[in-house]
């Protein structure tokens, strides 16, 4: 009998490296990211808050250009930008060179994706049907912040193995696309085309000197810079523009693109230079200008909790989440008749679920979006987000901490590398828990990778 597909599978060790390095630098971005909300709501509730609205709604900016913006819309629509850059970046190498590219890889984290933004979404709605207008906040609770959610595993020092891992990560970036997805689509009031259709030129300048490998910033930044100018005109909302930007740079290099053999792109480049830019600086600015909401005591905490918007949000997220990329999990599994990998249980995937409830970012992002910054909606969105998040936290960790053993057991198996070569014994089929390598298959560790890279390739940047 033919052995039955594996859901949660280990991959290869290129990928596992790839992956570990990008996880521990959003680690580093998220415990940021959580630091600028505590200072912002800590502050917003001493007798020095309006210092802090204060500092918020500073306008600067060229009126000309119609840029004149308060520091907060700055953060929401400049420094989100870099965010959805490096986002867009890293969707485009899962198309391109990640597991998203094969289609029997792509569908679960995909299902997954879907299953954790529709069932978020529904009960919102449902949640919110007789409300005046809490409809509108539908997509608030559908966002997943991997950057959080990796400072709470980070937290809680749980050990997930490698597939967990990387399927956290893919779900989060499929995430990502849906979001600036449903942002450009359901949360654009007014649409002119005039500069949309102008930003299609600075927008086509920036691809094609990607392309050609030119990567000196006082030609790419003026175009970018142009770009999201013209986006932020059209009425779309302007981090589309940095997605746009992303995509159009190269992911791989061919023969044909010049050079000595095929090789990593400039999105490899981009990505090492900008994404702690995002992380340590762009990402926590805006948490800090969006998170500081005035509860006003037991009354005010109790009259934010009691509004529907707030409660589909925090029911969304805890609920909807774990229901909906679980749920979607175990329907690619009963209808491609795949079984979970022989290290994992089904208490391990809602885990997971619950970990991918805990939404910031992009769910602060949209209810500023949907109800207006400030307003009251806006702060009672805040409550909701910042309430279902701790929540989803303090239960994933509930949930996964028990089983923190287990996975010690699993990463010391991943790790193990009897015969010294610098490749772990699992990704090479010592051991029956992992896949061989691929016949002819080069045995060398990262950094002689890298340093065959650089010797081949010297405009490659790691």
Not at 57 to 78: E, F, I, Q, R, Y
Not at 196 to 211: H, I, K
Not at 271 to 284: D, K, L, N, Y
């Amino acid at each position: 009998m033919p052995t039955p597909a594996r859901l949660f599978a280990r991959g290869s060790y290129a990928e596992a490296v790839r992956v570990a390095a990008l996880l521990r630098r959003e680690t580093v971005g998220g415990v940021l990211l959580i630091a600028g909300a505590l200072v912002a709501l800590v502050w917003a509730n001493t007798p020095f808050a309006p210092a802090y609205e204060g500092l918020r709604d500073t306008v600067v900016g060229p009126s000309a250009l119609n840029l004149d913006l308060s520091l907060g819309t700055w953060a929401a629509d400049g420094l989100l930008a870099i965010f959805f850059f490096v986002a867009g970046l890293e969707l485009k190498r899962e198309f391109v060179a990640g597991d998203l590219r094969d289609p029997r890889k792509a569908a679960l984290p995909v299902a997954a994706a879907v299953g954790g933004m529709a069932v978020p979404a529904l009960i919102y709605t449902a949640i919110n049907l007789t409300s005046d207008d809490g409809l509108v906040g539908w997509a608030i609770p559908t966002a997943t912040d991997i950057a959080f959610a990796l400072a709470v595993l980070a937290v809680i020092s749980t050990h997930l193995p490698a597939a967990l891992r990387t399927f956290l990560l893919t779900l989060a970036i499929v995430d990502d696309l849906l979001a600036i997805t449903v942002i450009a689509v359901f949360y654009t009031s007014s649409l002119a085309f005039g500069p949309l259709l102008l930003a299609l030129v600075p927008l086509a300048l920036f691809g094609f000197l990607v392309q050609k490998r030119i990567r000196h910033w006082w030609l790419l930044l003026p175009l970018a810079f142009a770009t999201w100018v013209l986006v932020h005109e059209s009425g779309v909302h302007a981090t589309v523009a940095a997605v746009l930007l992303a995509f159009t740079v190269p992911v791989l290099r061919s023969r044909a693109a010049g050079g000595p053999e095929a090789g990593p792109g400039l999105a490899e480049h981009f990505e090492h230079r900008i994404r702690p830019i995002s992380a340590g600086f762009a990402v926590p600015v805006f948490a800090f200008f969006s998170a500081g909401v005035t509860i006003g005591g037991l009354q005010g905490l109790q009259a934010s909790l009691t509004d529907s918007v707030a409660v589909g949000i925090i029911v969304g997220l805890v609920v909807g989440k774990a229901v909906g990329i679980t749920g979607a999990t175990w329907l690619v599994s009963r209808f491609t008749r795949a079984e979970l990998d022989e290290d994992l249980r089904w208490p391990d995937v809602i885990g997971l679920s619950l970990l991918a409830g805990i939404g910031f970012t992009v769910s602060l992002l949209i209810g500023e979006l949907a109800f207006g910054a400030g307003s009251v909606r806006d702060e009672h969105v805040k409550v909701g987000v910042l309430t279902g998040t701790l929540l989803a936290a303090l239960l994933a960790t509930a949930v996964l901490k028990p089983r923190d053993r287990h996975y010690r057991r699993i990463a010391e198996a991943e790790a193990r590398d009897d015969d010294g070569d610098g490749i772990p014994d699992v990704y090479q089929g010592h051991l029956s828990s992992g896949p061989a390598l691929p016949h002819g298959s080069p045995r060398e560790t990262v950094d002689e990778a890298s340093a065959r890279r650089r010797r081949t390739d010297p405009d490659s940047v790691h």
